[in-house]
């Protein structure tokens, strides 16, 4: 007497639907964690956005008085170059700092770009150039001229 049994059917026909259903039940938190992430990038940008505020001249006149200094310590010999352009980095991010509100004096150059300040950018790059290569001198007075002008310049 022949028979025939095909279990294979309704197991198949099972897994399917259940394979559905943990989708469907999948699907709405995998939505959620993408809308976090993209909400998170969101206030990340608006947090990096740069608030302009006008600076007195008073704060301006400081800065280029620091420059200054630094200017006269490295031509009386009391600096050398490396540690005058640590100094010119440290006074610059401290200005945008005050400037913009946006704490820069902690961050790296791949940081300060994401900021989107161009001056900055450009000034930290210059001072980066010779303040980590062990064989670069570079140009304090040009590069302190610089400065005080980004300074002056800056609205």
Known sequence: MPTTVNLQGPFFNGALPLFIFFILLIMPLILKRIEKKRKLKEEKKKKMQVNMKPVPLSVKEKYAKRLSDIRDDYTG?????????????FIIREFVNEYIGIDVTKMTLAEIRGVKIKRLEKLIEEYYACEFAPDKEGDIEAAIKNTI???EEWK
């Open 77 to 89: 010999g009391r600096r050398d170059s490396r540690d005058c352009y640590q100094l010119l980095s």
């Open 149 to 151: 002008r980004a300074i």
